[in-house]
């Protein structure tokens, strides 16, 4: 997943182990410069305990909304609802996100136990789960742009890869979180 190198030839980076998931933040640039904060970035790259779905939803919102679509609507925590529906120029767009689980539960009573799904058959779940809450979103926002968000990992892209056909039959665009909070537009959609 997101990996942590802390004396890196491009720079030095500081983890910040207080939070969960970790935050890394580039303190040191290329040849000792000073990286682009001391303090944890707003685009972090994430550890440990996977990525929660409300950070990859905040780098989506952010990099659209830096495109100058507007935010009509946003989930919040557990809420119903679609995540993010945006508009533009007359557009709507509507996208579910998920992120990535971690290995040991984070709140809760089992709060810090291992948890007995695996990270990839849990992945696959909330990508079958975020696909078909999108599709019954097409009732509810016709004519809409529907995109998925996910973080860049290698069972999203798979299960994306191996479902392109359908998603694009059904005019669904995936948007790609990077662990440097890059965000990746849907293949050959103009945002």
Known sequence: MYNVILNHAAGLFRVDRSTRPLRVAL????????GPSSQPSLHPVLVEDGVAENQVQEQVRVWLKDRGWVLEQEAQG?????????V???RRLVVEVKGLPGKRYVRGPKKGQKKPTKPPLQMRHWFSSALVSLLRRRKDYPGALLALA????S?????????GWALDR???GVFWVHGDGRV???KGWEV
């Not at 996910?150 to 990992?153: G, L, R, S, T, V």
């Open 27 to 34: 303190v040191q640039g290329p040849e000792g410069k000073p």
């Open 78 to 86: 557990f809420s119903r609802g679609p995540d993010l529906v945006l």
């Open 88 to 90: 533009k120029g007359g």
């Open 150 to 153: 996910f973080p860049y990992a």
């Open 155 to 163: 069972t999203y892209r798979d299960l994306v890869k191996d479902t």
């Open 170 to 172: 059904l005019e669904v």
């Open 184 to 186: 990746e537009a849907p």
